[in-house]
């Protein structure tokens, strides 16, 4: 079956714009993450979704950030009024099993490079 | 904030050579797996081990979890120049410290491995 799938691959916006960026996770996959990662570093995760509802927004680095799954499926990252210092590669992540469980392997998707100029 | 340190940061081998890789955490773990990246996108998951797991094998790779020192090694034997990557430990945060709400993992900043042909 299909992987996790993540549009557009590439991004480039203007400081100050706003971005929307997509994830598909595997179809069933009812856990859903969000990750973000700088160059030379490890994902750092930004929120986590069990079916409709952001369940973990900790991660959020602030309130230009926000994440929606309305139908449990698809979701989307907006960043408002962008900075040069969200450009980083955006990744997905969905798994099947209840979060946090010790069978919870999360499968990733090919990331959004996002680039901020 | 990253909770693993791998290493080394970087290890550079001939084919056919061992590779052993370390990573070592900080809070009490419900599993840790170990993720590969090529190019900066997206991930590949390669093992998981659970919390009460010693060791696992899985083709060419060999995990250790101790849990006393709160560390890990991925040993990929027999390397080939297509194990050319970013190889990334990742902890999930323990049930009991976290009450079941929180299923985000947490990556160390990666081992870059290159192999020589």
């Known amino acids: 079956g299909a992987g996790v799938s993540q549009t557009p691959s590439n991004k480039v916006t203007e400081k100050g714009k706003y971005v929307e960026l997509r994830c598909d996770p595997i179809s069933g996959h009812t856990a859903l993450y969000w990750y973000r990662q700088s160059l030379g570093q490890g994902p750092e995760f930004l929120i986590y979704?069990?079916?409709?509802?952001?369940?973990?927004d900790s991660g959020l680095p602030n309130d230009r950030f926000f994440a929606v799954r309305p139908e449990g499926s698809v979701s989307t990252l907006k960043i408002q009024r962008t900075e040069r210092g969200d450009s980083a590669v955006y990744l997905c992540?969905?798994?099947?099993?209840?979060?946090?469980?010790?069978?919870?392997?999360?499968?990733f998707g090919p990331g959004t490079r996002l680039t901020v100029l | 904030s990253q909770q693993g340190e791998e290493d080394p940061q970087a290890l550079s081998i001939q084919e056919g050579e061992n590779a052993t890789m370390n990573c070592s955490y900080k809070?009490?773990?419900?599993?840790l797996q170990w993720y590969r990246q090529n190019s900066g996108r997206g991930l590949v998951h390669l093992i998981l081990?659970?919390?009460?797991?010693r060791e696992k094998h899985s083709g060419r790779l060999r995990v250790t979890l101790d849990t006393s020192k709160k560390s890990s090694s991925l040993l990929i034997t027999a390397s080939r120049a297509a194990d050319t990557a970013s190889y990334f430990c990742a902890t999930g945060p323990s049930l009991v410290n976290y009450g079941g709400s929180q299923g985000n993992l947490i990556f160390g900043k990666g081992t870059k491995l290159s192999v020589k042909p």
């Open positions: 979704f069990q079916g409709t509802g952001a369940a973990d």
């Open positions: 809070t009490s773990i419900n599993n």
């Open positions: 992540a969905s798994s099947s099993h209840l979060a946090g469980t010790s069978t919870d392997t999360q499968y």
């Open positions: 081990i659970r919390s009460n797991e």
